[in-house]
């Protein structure tokens, strides 16, 4: 992969966590507030609350992680992945319960393109930021994996 297309894939990721942020400022303004908790892990084991984030906790995250990606960081565009997996799946049922009252087939639609566009862009994110990293070693000098085996055998 070349340096532009790394820059590209890096740019749907922070544009993508972007967006993701604005939306979800003004979910968290319509609805509820930024005090209302929003993303919530529990251990299967005890049953108790291990992680609890609120809708303002989320949203500052989700600005700084737009940030983190622009500035090409891959822990960043690992960690926005994530997040939004595990707020996609929690937000799943809030979806089935809204569907009904909202346009039915065509709303859950919506909810699963939605998904598949974010999911795409934060995937190209974490696949820019690695590939970006791996052009800046090639320029500084330092070869490939497979490049390092193969001087090494033919030594």
């Known amino acids: 992969m070349n340096e532009a297309m790394a820059k590209a894939f890096i740019v749907c990721g ?3 966590a972007g967006l993701n942020f604005l939306g979800n400022l003004l979910v968290a303004t319509r609805v509820g ?3 209302q908790p929003v993303l919530r892990l529990i251990d299967p ?3 108790a609350e291990f992680v609890r984030l609120t809708q303002g906790e989320l949203t500052v995250v989700l600005l700084i992680l737009a940030y983190a990606i622009y500035r090409r960081s891959r822990v960043a565009a690992i960690a926005m992945l ?3 997996a595990m707020t996609r799946v929690d937000s799943y049922d809030v979806a089935e319960r809204l569907a009904p009252t909202h346009g039915g087939a065509s709303f859950m639609t919506s909810f699963w393109v939605s998904t598949a566009i974010f999911m795409t862009a934060f995937i190209l994110a974490v696949i820019g930021t690695f590939a970006w990293h791996a052009h800046q070693g090639r320029k500084r000098g330092i ?13």
Request: proline share 4%; net charge positive; aromatic share 8%.
């Open 45 to 47: 084991r005890t049953g």
């Open 33 to 35: 507030g930024l005090s």
């Open 82 to 84: 994530i997040i939004f």
């Open 14 to 16: 922070w544009v993508a």
């Open 143 to 155: 070869p490939r994996a497979d490049e390092a085996s193969t001087a090494r055998v033919l030594r």
